[in-house]
Protein backbone atom coordinates (compact mmCIF):
# COMPACT_ATOMS: atom_id res chain seq x y z
CA UNK A 1 0.00 0.00 0.00
CA UNK A 2 1.14 3.88 -0.34
CA UNK A 3 2.23 5.04 3.04
CA UNK A 4 -1.18 5.75 4.67
CA UNK A 5 -2.01 8.21 7.59
CA UNK A 6 -5.23 7.54 9.28
CA UNK A 7 -7.64 10.15 9.24
CA UNK A 8 -10.80 10.48 12.12
CA UNK A 9 -13.24 12.84 11.08
CA UNK A 10 -16.34 14.52 12.21
CA UNK A 11 -18.65 12.24 14.16
CA UNK A 12 -17.15 9.22 13.08
CA UNK A 13 -13.79 10.31 15.55
CA UNK A 14 -13.29 8.07 18.40
CA UNK A 15 -15.28 6.76 21.10
CA UNK A 16 -17.37 9.87 23.89
CA UNK A 17 -16.83 9.15 27.59
CA UNK A 18 -19.96 9.48 29.50
CA UNK A 19 -18.77 10.90 32.54
CA UNK A 20 -15.46 9.75 34.18
CA UNK A 21 -16.29 7.84 37.28
CA UNK A 22 -14.31 4.20 37.16
CA UNK A 23 -16.40 1.53 36.20
CA UNK A 24 -18.34 4.14 33.81
CA UNK A 25 -18.88 1.89 30.39
CA UNK A 26 -17.42 3.68 26.79
CA UNK A 27 -20.29 4.78 24.50
CA UNK A 28 -19.60 4.60 20.94
CA UNK A 29 -21.21 7.88 18.98
CA UNK A 30 -24.25 5.83 16.96
CA UNK A 31 -23.81 5.75 13.39
CA UNK A 32 -27.30 5.61 11.50
CA UNK A 33 -26.66 3.00 8.46
CA UNK A 34 -29.14 4.09 6.43
CA UNK A 35 -27.32 8.19 6.59
CA UNK A 36 -24.11 7.69 8.30
CA UNK A 37 -22.62 10.84 6.98
CA UNK A 38 -26.11 12.91 8.57
CA UNK A 39 -26.79 13.99 4.95
CA UNK A 40 -29.35 16.56 5.13
CA UNK A 41 -33.06 14.68 3.84
CA UNK A 42 -33.90 17.70 1.34
CA UNK A 43 -29.81 18.77 0.48
CA UNK A 44 -29.45 18.66 -3.57
CA UNK A 45 -26.56 16.32 -4.71
CA UNK A 46 -24.79 17.40 -7.43
CA UNK A 47 -22.54 14.53 -9.20
CA UNK A 48 -20.28 15.35 -12.43
CA UNK A 49 -19.13 12.71 -14.63
CA UNK A 50 -17.62 11.55 -17.55
CA UNK A 51 -19.12 8.22 -17.99
CA UNK A 52 -22.71 7.56 -17.94
CA UNK A 53 -22.46 5.01 -15.31
CA UNK A 54 -21.56 7.56 -13.37
CA UNK A 55 -25.04 8.50 -12.75
CA UNK A 56 -26.04 5.00 -12.03
CA UNK A 57 -26.08 6.12 -7.99
CA UNK A 58 -28.50 8.48 -8.62
CA UNK A 59 -31.69 6.34 -8.57
CA UNK A 60 -30.42 4.69 -5.72
CA UNK A 61 -30.04 7.30 -3.39
CA UNK A 62 -33.59 8.79 -4.43
CA UNK A 63 -34.73 5.64 -3.07
CA UNK A 64 -33.56 5.87 0.34
CA UNK A 65 -33.36 9.70 0.58
CA UNK A 66 -36.64 10.54 -1.12
CA UNK A 67 -36.93 14.30 -0.63
CA UNK A 68 -33.43 14.83 -2.32
CA UNK A 69 -32.95 16.42 -5.80
CA UNK A 70 -30.19 14.44 -6.93
CA UNK A 71 -28.45 15.29 -10.43
CA UNK A 72 -25.93 13.78 -12.15
CA UNK A 73 -24.65 15.60 -15.38
CA UNK A 74 -22.81 13.24 -18.00
CA UNK A 75 -19.55 15.72 -19.76
CA UNK A 76 -16.54 14.68 -21.92
CA UNK A 77 -15.28 18.00 -21.06
CA UNK A 78 -14.83 17.81 -17.08
CA UNK A 79 -11.79 19.63 -17.08
CA UNK A 80 -13.49 22.88 -19.22
CA UNK A 81 -16.48 22.46 -16.42
CA UNK A 82 -15.00 21.83 -13.16
CA UNK A 83 -11.95 23.78 -13.15
CA UNK A 84 -13.19 27.23 -12.94
CA UNK A 85 -15.73 25.97 -10.22
CA UNK A 86 -12.83 24.51 -8.08
CA UNK A 87 -10.95 27.71 -8.54
CA UNK A 88 -14.21 29.63 -7.61
CA UNK A 89 -14.55 27.40 -4.01
CA UNK A 90 -18.23 26.13 -5.78
CA UNK A 91 -16.93 22.43 -7.27
CA UNK A 92 -19.88 19.71 -7.61
CA UNK A 93 -20.87 17.30 -4.52
CA UNK A 94 -19.30 14.35 -5.99
CA UNK A 95 -17.21 13.49 -9.34
CA UNK A 96 -16.77 10.43 -11.65
CA UNK A 97 -12.94 11.88 -13.13
CA UNK A 98 -13.02 9.86 -16.25
CA UNK A 99 -12.21 10.38 -20.15
CA UNK A 100 -10.34 12.50 -22.14
CA UNK A 101 -11.53 15.64 -20.47
CA UNK A 102 -10.36 13.91 -16.99
CA UNK A 103 -8.98 16.83 -14.36
CA UNK A 104 -5.14 16.25 -13.27
CA UNK A 105 -5.56 15.08 -9.98
CA UNK A 106 -1.82 15.83 -8.52
CA UNK A 107 -2.94 18.95 -9.13
CA UNK A 108 -6.17 19.30 -6.94
CA UNK A 109 -4.17 17.36 -4.12
CA UNK A 110 -1.52 19.65 -4.14
CA UNK A 111 -3.81 22.59 -3.88
CA UNK A 112 -5.89 20.71 -0.90
CA UNK A 113 -8.87 20.35 -3.57
CA UNK A 114 -9.82 16.79 -2.44
CA UNK A 115 -11.60 15.73 0.64
CA UNK A 116 -10.14 12.52 2.51
CA UNK A 117 -11.87 9.96 2.02
CA UNK A 118 -11.53 7.16 4.85
CA UNK A 119 -14.03 8.15 6.83
CA UNK A 120 -16.16 6.82 3.69
CA UNK A 121 -13.99 3.27 4.00
CA UNK A 122 -14.81 3.05 7.57
CA UNK A 123 -18.82 3.58 7.41
CA UNK A 124 -21.38 0.40 7.27
CA UNK A 125 -21.98 -0.61 3.33
CA UNK A 126 -25.34 0.48 1.56
CA UNK A 127 -26.05 -3.35 1.43
CA UNK A 128 -25.14 -4.25 4.76
CA UNK A 129 -25.23 -2.55 8.09
CA UNK A 130 -22.30 -5.45 9.82
CA UNK A 131 -19.56 -4.63 6.60
CA UNK A 132 -17.88 -1.35 6.61
CA UNK A 133 -17.38 0.04 2.84
CA UNK A 134 -13.90 -1.05 2.72
CA UNK A 135 -14.66 -4.74 3.00
CA UNK A 136 -16.68 -4.62 0.15
CA UNK A 137 -14.41 -3.72 -2.22
CA UNK A 138 -11.44 -5.99 -3.74
CA UNK A 139 -7.89 -6.75 -2.44
CA UNK A 140 -5.28 -3.98 -3.36
CA UNK A 141 -7.79 -1.61 -5.25
CA UNK A 142 -7.64 1.23 -3.30
CA UNK A 143 -4.08 1.59 -3.11
CA UNK A 144 -3.87 4.16 -6.90
CA UNK A 145 -6.09 6.72 -4.84
CA UNK A 146 -3.94 7.08 -1.95
CA UNK A 147 -2.06 10.16 -2.04
CA UNK A 148 1.20 10.39 0.60
CA UNK A 149 -1.22 8.66 3.00
CA UNK A 150 -4.78 9.99 2.37
CA UNK A 151 -7.13 8.39 0.34
CA UNK A 152 -8.39 10.91 -2.23
CA UNK A 153 -10.19 8.68 -4.79
CA UNK A 154 -11.29 5.93 -4.94
CA UNK A 155 -10.88 4.19 -8.55
CA UNK A 156 -14.13 2.60 -9.58
CA UNK A 157 -13.52 0.41 -12.65
CA UNK A 158 -10.88 -2.78 -12.13
CA UNK A 159 -9.28 -3.09 -15.42
CA UNK A 160 -7.82 -6.56 -15.69
CA UNK A 161 -5.00 -7.07 -17.80
CA UNK A 162 -4.08 -10.88 -19.49
CA UNK A 163 -3.33 -12.97 -22.81
CA UNK A 164 -6.40 -13.01 -25.11
CA UNK A 165 -6.97 -15.68 -27.39
CA UNK A 166 -10.14 -17.79 -29.20
CA UNK A 167 -12.08 -20.51 -28.05
CA UNK A 168 -13.42 -21.32 -30.94
CA UNK A 169 -10.44 -21.29 -33.04
CA UNK A 170 -8.64 -23.70 -30.17
CA UNK A 171 -11.57 -26.05 -30.19
CA UNK A 172 -11.01 -26.23 -34.06
CA UNK A 173 -7.66 -27.07 -33.85
CA UNK A 174 -7.64 -29.07 -30.36
CA UNK A 175 -5.32 -27.02 -28.32
CA UNK A 176 -5.85 -25.90 -24.89
CA UNK A 177 -4.94 -22.68 -23.36
CA UNK A 178 -1.45 -22.72 -22.13
CA UNK A 179 -1.10 -23.13 -17.84
CA UNK A 180 2.73 -22.62 -17.81
CA UNK A 181 5.38 -20.76 -20.01
CA UNK A 182 6.69 -23.86 -21.49
CA UNK A 183 2.98 -25.09 -22.74
CA UNK A 184 2.99 -22.00 -24.72
CA UNK A 185 5.99 -21.93 -26.32
CA UNK A 186 4.62 -25.42 -27.59
CA UNK A 187 1.58 -24.07 -28.32
CA UNK A 188 3.20 -21.15 -30.28
CA UNK A 189 5.19 -23.47 -32.10
CA UNK A 190 1.91 -25.72 -32.96
CA UNK A 191 0.90 -22.18 -33.93
CA UNK A 192 3.47 -21.26 -36.17
CA UNK A 193 2.72 -24.56 -38.12
CA UNK A 194 -0.90 -24.03 -38.54
CA UNK A 195 0.19 -20.71 -40.08
CA UNK A 196 -0.33 -18.54 -37.33
CA UNK A 197 1.63 -15.89 -36.13
CA UNK A 198 1.67 -16.90 -32.57
CA UNK A 199 1.97 -13.79 -30.77
CA UNK A 200 0.70 -10.52 -31.63
CA UNK A 201 1.38 -6.80 -30.01
CA UNK A 202 0.74 -3.17 -30.70
CA UNK A 203 4.56 -2.38 -31.54
CA UNK A 204 3.88 1.33 -31.83
CA UNK A 205 2.86 1.20 -27.84
CA UNK A 206 5.46 -0.62 -26.84
CA UNK A 207 3.72 0.13 -23.06
CA UNK A 208 1.61 -3.18 -23.84
CA UNK A 209 5.10 -5.48 -24.00
CA UNK A 210 6.29 -3.84 -21.35
CA UNK A 211 3.04 -4.92 -19.10
CA UNK A 212 3.10 -8.44 -20.47
CA UNK A 213 7.03 -7.63 -19.05
CA UNK A 214 6.13 -6.65 -15.76
CA UNK A 215 3.10 -9.38 -14.87
CA UNK A 216 5.43 -11.74 -15.41
CA UNK A 217 8.74 -10.97 -13.71
CA UNK A 218 5.68 -9.99 -10.19
CA UNK A 219 4.14 -14.06 -11.30
CA UNK A 220 7.95 -14.84 -10.58
CA UNK A 221 9.10 -12.86 -7.79
CA UNK A 222 6.41 -11.32 -5.86
CA UNK A 223 4.80 -8.09 -5.30
CA UNK A 224 8.08 -6.93 -4.07
CA UNK A 225 9.40 -6.59 -7.39
CA UNK A 226 7.24 -3.96 -8.78
CA UNK A 227 7.14 -2.29 -5.43
CA UNK A 228 10.82 -2.09 -6.01
CA UNK A 229 10.61 -0.58 -8.99
CA UNK A 230 7.54 2.24 -8.12
CA UNK A 231 10.08 3.11 -5.11
CA UNK A 232 12.69 3.69 -7.83
CA UNK A 233 15.26 1.26 -5.45
CA UNK A 234 18.37 0.56 -6.44
CA UNK A 235 18.89 -1.73 -8.76
CA UNK A 236 15.27 -3.02 -8.95
CA UNK A 237 15.09 -3.26 -13.34
CA UNK A 238 18.36 -5.74 -12.29
CA UNK A 239 16.39 -8.11 -10.40
CA UNK A 240 16.22 -11.31 -11.42
CA UNK A 241 12.62 -11.97 -11.72
CA UNK A 242 13.02 -9.06 -14.05
CA UNK A 243 15.70 -10.15 -16.26
CA UNK A 244 14.08 -13.54 -16.56
CA UNK A 245 10.99 -12.20 -17.59
CA UNK A 246 12.45 -10.08 -20.57
CA UNK A 247 14.50 -13.07 -21.28
CA UNK A 248 11.29 -15.37 -21.94
CA UNK A 249 9.75 -12.56 -24.12
CA UNK A 250 13.04 -12.65 -26.11
CA UNK A 251 13.05 -16.36 -26.18
CA UNK A 252 9.57 -16.08 -28.12
CA UNK A 253 11.79 -13.28 -30.79
CA UNK A 254 14.38 -16.01 -31.38
CA UNK A 255 11.85 -18.83 -31.69
CA UNK A 256 9.90 -16.86 -34.40
CA UNK A 257 6.68 -16.76 -32.30
CA UNK A 258 6.32 -13.11 -33.06
CA UNK A 259 2.95 -12.65 -35.53
CA UNK A 260 5.10 -10.54 -38.79
CA UNK A 261 4.55 -6.86 -38.39
CA UNK A 262 4.10 -6.41 -34.52
CA UNK A 263 6.61 -4.05 -34.26
CA UNK A 264 5.14 -1.67 -36.55
CA UNK A 265 1.49 -1.93 -35.52
CA UNK A 266 -0.37 0.29 -33.87
CA UNK A 267 -3.24 -1.28 -31.21
CA UNK A 268 -5.95 -1.30 -33.78
CA UNK A 269 -3.85 -3.08 -36.04
CA UNK A 270 -2.93 -5.90 -33.92
CA UNK A 271 -6.44 -6.56 -32.68
CA UNK A 272 -7.86 -6.69 -36.24
CA UNK A 273 -4.63 -9.37 -37.41
CA UNK A 274 -5.45 -11.11 -33.69
CA UNK A 275 -9.59 -11.21 -34.31
CA UNK A 276 -9.25 -11.96 -37.94
CA UNK A 277 -7.50 -15.25 -36.43
CA UNK A 278 -4.48 -14.72 -37.93
CA UNK A 279 -2.74 -14.55 -34.49
CA UNK A 280 -3.24 -16.64 -31.58
CA UNK A 281 -2.54 -14.52 -29.09
CA UNK A 282 -2.57 -11.07 -27.87
CA UNK A 283 -1.80 -9.23 -24.75
CA UNK A 284 -3.91 -6.51 -23.70
CA UNK A 285 -6.59 -4.97 -21.14
CA UNK A 286 -10.43 -5.90 -21.23
CA UNK A 287 -11.71 -3.16 -22.69
CA UNK A 288 -10.68 -5.40 -25.92
CA UNK A 289 -14.42 -6.31 -26.17
CA UNK A 290 -15.91 -2.65 -25.94
CA UNK A 291 -13.57 -1.49 -28.46
CA UNK A 292 -13.13 -4.40 -31.11
CA UNK A 293 -17.15 -5.36 -30.87
CA UNK A 294 -18.16 -4.75 -34.43
CA UNK A 295 -15.58 -7.12 -35.64
CA UNK A 296 -15.83 -9.61 -33.56
CA UNK A 297 -16.79 -12.75 -35.28
CA UNK A 298 -20.04 -14.59 -34.11
CA UNK A 299 -18.04 -17.88 -33.31
CA UNK A 300 -15.02 -16.09 -31.87
CA UNK A 301 -15.74 -16.94 -28.05
CA UNK A 302 -12.99 -14.13 -27.04
CA UNK A 303 -11.66 -15.51 -23.82
CA UNK A 304 -8.70 -14.09 -21.34
CA UNK A 305 -6.17 -15.88 -19.65
CA UNK A 306 -3.98 -14.93 -16.92
CA UNK A 307 -0.03 -14.75 -18.38
CA UNK A 308 1.56 -18.11 -17.82
CA UNK A 309 4.43 -18.04 -14.81
CA UNK A 310 7.79 -19.12 -15.93
CA UNK A 311 8.02 -22.54 -13.83
CA UNK A 312 5.79 -24.20 -11.45
CA UNK A 313 6.96 -22.49 -8.47
CA UNK A 314 5.92 -19.22 -9.18
CA UNK A 315 5.55 -16.46 -5.51
CA UNK A 316 2.09 -15.59 -7.51
CA UNK A 317 0.63 -18.53 -9.31
CA UNK A 318 -2.89 -16.59 -9.70
CA UNK A 319 -1.09 -13.27 -9.86
CA UNK A 320 -3.25 -10.81 -12.44
CA UNK A 321 -2.36 -7.47 -13.52
CA UNK A 322 -5.03 -5.20 -12.40
CA UNK A 323 -5.19 -0.86 -12.76
CA UNK A 324 -7.98 0.42 -11.20
CA UNK A 325 -9.25 3.43 -13.21
CA UNK A 326 -11.58 6.30 -13.38
CA UNK A 327 -11.28 8.20 -10.13
CA UNK A 328 -14.43 8.71 -7.96
CA UNK A 329 -14.02 11.71 -5.88
CA UNK A 330 -15.34 14.25 -3.41
CA UNK A 331 -14.16 17.97 -3.51
CA UNK A 332 -13.14 19.41 -0.56
CA UNK A 333 -15.07 22.54 -0.75
CA UNK A 334 -18.39 21.02 -1.85
CA UNK A 335 -21.78 22.79 -0.94
CA UNK A 336 -22.86 18.93 0.35
CA UNK A 337 -20.14 17.14 0.88
CA UNK A 338 -22.19 14.64 3.51
CA UNK A 339 -24.52 13.97 -0.14
CA UNK A 340 -21.44 13.37 -1.52
CA UNK A 341 -19.78 10.83 0.43
CA UNK A 342 -23.62 8.75 0.28
CA UNK A 343 -23.76 8.88 -3.41
CA UNK A 344 -19.68 7.15 -3.61
CA UNK A 345 -21.55 4.81 -0.63
CA UNK A 346 -24.50 3.74 -3.19
CA UNK A 347 -21.57 3.65 -6.29
CA UNK A 348 -20.16 0.74 -3.95
CA UNK A 349 -23.57 -0.90 -3.61
CA UNK A 350 -23.95 -4.50 -5.49
CA UNK A 351 -26.67 -3.48 -7.17
CA UNK A 352 -25.42 0.06 -8.64
CA UNK A 353 -22.12 -1.64 -9.85
CA UNK A 354 -24.11 -4.67 -11.23
CA UNK A 355 -25.89 -2.18 -13.50
CA UNK A 356 -22.56 -0.86 -14.24
CA UNK A 357 -20.97 -3.98 -15.41
CA UNK A 358 -23.94 -5.15 -17.15
CA UNK A 359 -24.11 -1.75 -18.89
CA UNK A 360 -20.97 -0.95 -19.77
CA UNK A 361 -19.18 -4.05 -20.14
CA UNK A 362 -16.69 -2.93 -17.44
CA UNK A 363 -16.01 -4.67 -14.04
CA UNK A 364 -15.67 -3.17 -10.49
CA UNK A 365 -13.92 -2.95 -7.72
CA UNK A 366 -16.97 -4.37 -5.96
CA UNK A 367 -16.77 -7.98 -4.59
CA UNK A 368 -18.90 -10.07 -6.09
CA UNK A 369 -21.39 -7.09 -8.11
CA UNK A 370 -20.73 -9.60 -11.12
CA UNK A 371 -21.65 -12.95 -10.15
CA UNK A 372 -24.55 -14.36 -11.75
CA UNK A 373 -24.97 -11.74 -14.57
CA UNK A 374 -25.48 -13.24 -18.34
CA UNK A 375 -22.55 -11.19 -19.61
CA UNK A 376 -20.46 -13.17 -22.80
CA UNK A 377 -17.06 -15.17 -22.80
CA UNK A 378 -14.65 -12.18 -22.83
CA UNK A 379 -15.96 -10.32 -19.73
CA UNK A 380 -16.96 -13.98 -17.90
CA UNK A 381 -13.19 -14.81 -17.87
CA UNK A 382 -12.11 -11.47 -16.79
CA UNK A 383 -14.30 -12.16 -14.11
CA UNK A 384 -13.70 -15.15 -12.81
CA UNK A 385 -9.74 -14.64 -13.23
CA UNK A 386 -10.22 -11.68 -10.85
CA UNK A 387 -12.41 -13.67 -8.25
CA UNK A 388 -9.52 -16.15 -8.43
CA UNK A 389 -6.76 -13.65 -8.23
CA UNK A 390 -7.43 -12.44 -4.61
CA UNK A 391 -5.04 -10.91 -2.70
CA UNK A 392 -2.44 -11.65 -5.65
CA UNK A 393 -3.69 -8.88 -7.68
CA UNK A 394 -0.45 -7.18 -9.43
CA UNK A 395 -0.60 -3.59 -9.60
CA UNK A 396 2.13 -0.70 -10.12
CA UNK A 397 2.20 3.07 -10.31
CA UNK A 398 4.84 3.98 -11.78
CA UNK A 399 3.43 4.59 -15.06
CA UNK A 400 1.09 7.17 -13.82
CA UNK A 401 3.68 8.72 -11.07
CA UNK A 402 6.81 8.79 -13.77
CA UNK A 403 4.85 8.57 -17.62
CA UNK A 404 8.31 10.00 -19.11
CA UNK A 405 10.22 7.56 -17.39
CA UNK A 406 7.30 4.48 -18.12
CA UNK A 407 8.07 5.62 -21.77
CA UNK A 408 11.29 5.33 -22.38
CA UNK A 409 11.16 1.86 -20.68
CA UNK A 410 8.48 0.79 -23.08
CA UNK A 411 10.58 2.23 -25.62
CA UNK A 412 13.84 0.34 -24.77
CA UNK A 413 11.18 -3.18 -24.28
CA UNK A 414 10.16 -2.51 -28.09
CA UNK A 415 13.43 -2.28 -29.07
CA UNK A 416 14.44 -5.38 -27.32
CA UNK A 417 11.59 -7.76 -28.80
CA UNK A 418 13.18 -6.85 -32.68
CA UNK A 419 16.69 -7.58 -31.42
CA UNK A 420 17.65 -3.76 -31.49
CA UNK A 421 19.27 -4.41 -27.82
CA UNK A 422 20.92 -7.16 -25.91
CA UNK A 423 19.52 -7.89 -22.23
CA UNK A 424 22.34 -6.15 -20.95
CA UNK A 425 21.80 -3.06 -22.85
CA UNK A 426 17.77 -2.92 -22.27
CA UNK A 427 18.23 -3.62 -18.34
CA UNK A 428 21.22 -1.23 -17.77
CA UNK A 429 19.58 1.65 -20.23
CA UNK A 430 16.05 1.31 -17.81
CA UNK A 431 18.47 0.97 -14.59
CA UNK A 432 20.09 4.06 -15.57
CA UNK A 433 17.04 6.25 -16.08
CA UNK A 434 15.40 5.25 -12.86
CA UNK A 435 18.52 6.38 -11.08
CA UNK A 436 18.78 9.89 -12.55
CA UNK A 437 15.15 9.98 -12.04
CA UNK A 438 15.45 9.03 -8.10
CA UNK A 439 18.02 12.26 -8.11
CA UNK A 440 16.12 14.76 -9.97
CA UNK A 441 14.71 16.96 -6.98
CA UNK A 442 12.78 18.67 -9.76
CA UNK A 443 10.43 15.92 -9.92
CA UNK A 444 7.64 15.14 -7.03
CA UNK A 445 8.63 11.32 -5.63
CA UNK A 446 5.99 9.05 -4.63
CA UNK A 447 5.98 5.89 -2.39
CA UNK A 448 4.33 2.62 -1.52
CA UNK A 449 4.55 0.18 1.20
Known amino acids: ?9 GALAGALLSGCSSGTPTRRPTVDPNNPFSAAADAPVEALVGEEYGGFAAAA ?17 LRDLALPRFAAGNPPDVMLNSGDGALELGRLVGQ ?26 LPGMLDAGRYDGAQRTVNYVATVYGLWYSAGLFQRFGWDAPRTWPELLALGTEMKAAGLGPFAYAGAHPYYLLEFVLTLAAKTGGHDVVKRIDNLEDGAWKDESVTRAISAVGELTKRGLIAPGS ?10 RFLAS ?27 IGVPPLDGSPALARGLHVQPTAPCLVPAKAKN ?14 DVA ?27 SARDLLTAAGDQVITWYFADWYPDFATLAAEATGQFATGGLQLSEWTTRIQTAADKLKQDKAVTKYHRD
Not at 285 to 299: A, H, Q, S, V
Not at 354 to 376: K, P
Request: proline share 5%; glycine share 6%.
Open 61 to 77: YRKKHARANVTATVSAK
Open 1 to 9: MLKRRVVLQ
Open 112 to 137: GQLSELQPLLKVPSWDNADVPVRDVV
Open 278 to 304: KAGLLPCGNWLENEMKPLIPPDFALTM
Open 337 to 350: EAGGFEYLRAMLSK
Open 263 to 272: ADFDHIAAQK
Open 354 to 380: AQVTAESNQLTIVRGAADGLEIGTALR
